[in-house]
T-cell receptor
Framework: AQKVTQAQTEISVVEKEDVTLDCVYE???????LFWYKQPPSGELVFLIR??????QNEISGRYSWNFQKSTSSFNFTITASQVVDSAVYFC????????????FGAGTQVVVTP | DTGVSQDPRHKITKRGQNVTFRCDPI?????LYWYRQTLGQGPEFLTY????????KSRLLSDRFSAERPKGSFSTLEIQRTEQGDSAMYLC????????????FGSGTRLTVV
């Protein structure tokens, strides 16, 4: 069975600090996809990144970066120089290639950025 | 492209009543998903459509739940004889493909059963 664990329930930082969100996943499949979504207070989940299991290259997009390590089954997310607008709940999700696009989400990490 | 629309945004109903939610996906997206999210948890998969065909249903979707997507356009999710445990945010998402894209989610329908 597959599982996604986001052990950090809430992280509070002061603006301009960096924040790293941990995501650990479990699956026996060798081919899978990993995602990060942002859920701001408005409630709508916003897609941030998709990564397949064959691509362990780290990725940077503006202030966002992702570190994928298959050896530790982790897909961590770092926000550099955080801003108040980054305050949201962030979800990590796992999709198996034979699951029709169905995603298994973690419980989420609430990020609170104060000025 | 107006995104994924869900209606209503909020619904308060008495226990035992039936409710129906509507989702309008992005027009060119042939895949549509329903998820349920309770407070402090991540979304949980309920069901999935490819065009008008419902291809998978979660065991979370009891006999009181039914979903349709007539003509592969909008979708409805109906809950019969609502229970307090049905209180949650019901999220709809659509996608033009399976894994090459991330979903586009709607803003959800928050259901409160009193």
């Amino acid at each position: 069975a597959q599982k996604v664990t986001q052990a950090q329930t809430e992280i509070s930082v002061v603006e301009k600090e960096d924040v790293t969100l941990d995501c650990v996943y479990e699956t026996r499949d060798t081919t899978y996809y990993l995602f990060w979504y942002k859920q701001p207070p408005s409630g709508e989940l916003v897609f941030l990144i998709r990564r397949n299991s064959f691509d362990e290259q780290n990725e940077i997009s503006g202030r966002y970066s992702w570190n994928f390590q298959k050896s530790t089954s982790s897909f961590n997310f770092t926000i550099t120089a955080s801003q108040v607008v980054d305050s949201a709940v962030y979800f990590c999700a796992l999709g198996l290639t034979d699951s029709w696009g169905k995603l298994q989400f973690g419980a989420g990490t609430q990020v609170v950025v104060t000025p | 492209d107006t995104g994924v629309s869900q209606d209503p945004r909020h619904k308060i109903t008495k226990r035992g009543q039936n409710v129906t939610f509507r989702c309008d996906p992005i027009s060119e997206h042939n895949r549509l998903y329903w998820y349920r999210q309770t407070l402090g948890q991540g979304p949980e998969f309920l069901t999935y459509f490819q065009n008008e065909a419902q291809l998978e249903k979660s065991r979370l979707l009891s006999d009181r739940f039914s979903a349709e997507r007539p003509k592969g356009s909008f979708s409805t999710l109906e809950i019969q004889r609502t229970e307090q445990g049905d209180s949650a945010m019901y999220l709809c998402a659509s996608s033009p493909g399976v894994w090459d894209y991330g979903y586009t989610f709607g803003s959800g329908t928050r259901l409160t059963v009193v």
